[in-house]
């Protein structure tokens, strides 16, 4: 499963295998503006927890155009705008056809994997995630997101 939640500065993966014994995931969040020395400071429990069980780079910064469109573009894409030529936030000029999102990669290796992805900003899915995933939903507050994950994980 591969879960999107607001990726920016900070992209945590997890391998959750030891809360799962029988299928492997990852877990994607992101944390819009969140510079890693913040998060490291902050009381943050569960995220903490996270880290303790999984894997955890502070390093994951985006060098490009510090707006929305071109930073969701390159952390998803792995390309900065010269190549995804997402340079604002209108859409429509973009080269996702060559320089995919994550989920795309993913469904097109393996179409069974499960993928979410869960925004709070819907631009993220409604131009970069597209229809690559087999569930996507684009909510209203940050705490919908975290609602929304929870219970979809646990479920899954």
């Known amino acids: 499963m591969k879960t999107l939640l607001l990726p920016a500065l ?4 997890i391998s959750t295998q030891s809360f799962c014994q029988s299928d492997k995931k990852v877990l994607i969040i992101g944390i819009d503006g969140c510079r890693a020395d913040a998060l490291e400071l902050a009381q943050t429990p569960n995220i903490d927890g ?5 894997i955890y780079s ?10 929305s469109g071109p930073g969701w573009s390159a ?4 390309v900065w705008s010269p190549k995804h030529l997402v340079t604002g936030n209108i859409f429509t000029i973009n080269d996702y056809e060559n320089y995919p999102s ?8 393996d179409s069974t994997i499960n993928t979410l992805s869960i925004c709070h900003w819907d ?13 996507k939903l684009n909510v209203s ?16």
């Open 123 to 135: 631009p993220i899915n409604d131009y970069i995630v597209q229809n690559y995933v087999d569930f």
């Open 50 to 54: 996270l880290i303790a069980n999984g």
């Open 58 to 67: 502070p390093n994951a910064l985006n060098e490009d155009i510090t707006i």
């Open 75 to 78: 952390i998803l894409c792995g």
């Open 141 to 156: 507050t940050d705490a919908e997101v975290s609602s929304q994950a929870a219970s979809y994980i646990s479920a899954n």
């Open 102 to 109: 994550i989920f795309r990669h993913a469904e097109e290796f």
């Open 10 to 13: 900070l992209v945590l993966c």
